[in-house]
């Protein structure tokens, strides 16, 4: 038999601060969101938010325009948070 709390006390164990446990959790349900887009999404967010680089700097690479680049990150964030939302 598991014992009330002790899944959050399991949990809290892991992390360094109680505030990583709510962001360990709620990290671990956007990572499985982002593993579902398509691989050509998944790319687009590493480069933006995992390198660092601009939507220009993301064009340039992928030879389409900056405001084109800006459209499809709109989209596929906006698409991540509604599907959070839902989960």
Known sequence: ??????????????????????????????????????EGKRELLAMRFAAGLTSREIAAVLGKSETAIKKQLTRIVRNLKERYRES
């Open 1 to 38: 038999m598991v014992m009330p709390g002790y899944r959050a006390r399991s949990l809290l164990s892991t992390v360094e601060q109680p505030g990583d446990a709510v962001h360990h959790v709620f990290g671990h349900v956007l990572v499985d969101l982002v593993r579902e887009l398509d």
